[in-house]
């Protein structure tokens, strides 16, 4: 089975744009199943299942599906580089799985391979050592 990415969108350079993919680069050997199951209960059927907002007195607000579009955050699929720093320079808690990057798709691999070398040939501001 090909590996499924974790999150897919464009990588965006001052110039460059390029569609990318990231993937989980460990797995944990099973799949996850998302099990709806409420304590002391048991299981919950899908249909059973509304979403809401809990108010300060512990009361219960359903929110219909117009009105969770009103309420969406705005994002932009969109890795922006800021800055290129060497690898030590990242703390380890930034980092809670390892993960790595791709092209999106075939016509994005030279671009992408310009951002990925770019570093050692002292590209990004800095000097290769």
Not at 1 to 15: D, F, I, T
Not at 104 to 129: C, F, I, M, N, T
Request: hydrophobic letters at 30%; glycine letters at 10%; aromatic letters at 4%.
């Amino acid at each position: 089975m090909a590996p499924c990415a974790v999150w897919s969108g464009q990588l965006r350079l001052p110039l460059v744009t390029t569609p990318v993919e990231i993937h989980a680069a460990t797995t944990s050997g099973s799949r996850l199943r998302d099990a709806k199951t409420v304590e002391g209960m048991g299981p919950v059927e899908r249909e059973d299942i509304v979403k809401g907002y809990e108010t300060g007195d512990g009361d219960d607000v359903p929110i219909d599906s117009d009105e969770r579009k009103d309420l969406e955050l705005k994002t932009s699929r969109r890795l922006e580089i800021v800055q290129v720093v060497e690898q030590g320079e990242i703390a380890p808690l930034r980092c809670d799985r390892p993960r790595y990057a791709v092209p999106g798709d075939e016509p994005a691999e030279d671009a992408y391979r310009v951002v990925r070398d770019g570093p050692s040939r002292g590209l990004g501001g800095r000097k290769a050592s």
